[in-house]
């Protein structure tokens, strides 16, 4: 069964205070790893996809890297507006390969 | 259009009622999804269609049902819901039903239930 889990659970920085979010994985064949952002009561909006160790991707203040056993979400002088709940996934072979794990999410505040 | 919407945002019902849910994607997307979500917990599965046809139902109670009437749209029709199915139920949709990281889905912003 896939597994995945993220911490710290819930992290708190103040602006411009980079850090870094763990995302732990099991997974039969891995064909993808994904980042979300989800906004309190809204639906969770796309950041990234990962698919082999040793890859990276940037989007303004997010980069995102792949090892076999863990992802990580790096914040660079991060805004308020990045506060968010981050959750991580990821798509292996389990269930055919058509089902999402979940990680519970990592929960930040950015304060200024 | 790169969005999904989820219709309504609120809904608020009685054990008896019998409501809907809907969603509408106009991306050309084949595979549809139905997600719940519970405060501070992952989403988690509960339907997939894939071209208009269930693929997917992960042992969901039959008081959730479940209606792809065509490509655009997905309904969940909810009959004598329990207070535990209170929840952030979220649609989603994705070009193709396959295993590969370029499926990515796009979810919809949710619909908020409460069950009394």
């Known amino acids: 069964e896939d597994q995945v889990t993220q911490s710290p659970e819930a992290l708190r920085l103040q602006e411009g205070e980079s850090s870094s979010l763990n995302c732990s994985y099991t997974?039969?064949?891995?064909?993808?790893l994904f980042w979300y952002r989800q906004d309190p009561g809204k639906g969770p909006e796309f950041l990234f996809t990962?698919?082999?160790a040793g890859e990276e991707k940037e989007k303004e203040r997010l980069k995102a890297t792949l090892t076999k056993k863990e992802s990580f979400l790096h914040i660079t002088a991060p805004k308020p507006e990045d506060s968010a709940t981050y959750l991580c996934?990821?798509?292996?072979?389990?269930?055919?390969?058509?089902?999402?794990?979940f990680g519970t999410g990592t929960q930040l505040k950015v304060e200024l | 259009d790169t969005e999904v919407t989820q219709t309504p945002k609120h809904l608020v019902m009685g054990m008896t009622n019998k409501k809907s849910l809907k969603c509408e994607q106009h991306?050309?997307?084949?595979?549809m999804y139905w997600y719940k979500q519970k405060a501070k917990k992952p989403p988690e599965l509960m339907f997939v269609?894939?071209?208009?046809?269930?693929?997917i139902n992960e042992s969901v109670p039959s008081r959730f049902s479940p209606e792809c009437p065509n490509s655009s749209l997905l309904n969940l029709h909810l009959h004598a819901l329990q207070p535990e199915d209170s929840a952030l139920y979220l649609c989603?949709?994705?070009?193709?039903?396959?295993?590969?990281?370029?499926?990515?889905?796009?979810f919809g912003a949710g619909s908020r239930l409460t069950v009394l």
């Open positions: 996934a990821v798509l292996g072979l389990t269930g055919g390969g058509n089902k999402l794990t």
């Open positions: 997974v039969s064949g891995l064909r993808g």
């Open positions: 269609y894939s071209y208009e046809k269930l693929s």
């Open positions: 991306m050309g997307h084949r595979a």
């Open positions: 989603a949709s994705s070009p193709q039903l396959a295993a590969s990281g370029a499926n990515v889905l796009t």
């Open positions: 990962l698919y082999s």
